[in-house]
Nanobody, 112 residues
């Protein structure tokens, strides 16, 4: 059983940056694909970025070139570096360990 705890959310102005971190406890972290999802008010949860155990990454079109997902298998962490943030990036961001293990979420608000 993997447990996930997110941190790093907050309020940032448009154009700013935030770094989200997800700490995982449990076994076989290094083999599991990990991902960040987000859910804005009134919208469905959507995939933001995904990274395999070997480091292959995948991004939603809306964040390509602005967000970077990374993982440290030695530390059991997966991070999401978010640059050039836009108001549309406002959402609760969730860490996911494939297939169905979720963190509690962290709020990201992009507003002036």
């Amino acid at each position: 059983q993997v447990q996930l705890v997110e941190s790093g959310g907050g309020l940032v102005q448009p154009g700013g940056s935030l770094r989200l971190s997800c700490a995982a406890s449990g076994s076989i972290f290094s083999y599991r694909p990990m991902a960040w999802y987000r859910q804005a008010p009134g919208k469905q949860r959507e995939l933001v970025a995904r990274i395999t155990g070997g480091g292959t990454t995948q991004y939603a079109d809306s964040v390509k070139g602005r967000f970077t997902i990374s993982r440290d298998n030695a530390k059991n962490t997966v991070d999401l570096q978010m640059n050039s943030l836009k108001p549309d990036d406002t959402a609760v961001y969730y860490c996911n360990a494939s297939p169905s293990c979720w963190g509690q979420g962290t709020q990201v608000t992009v507003s002036s």
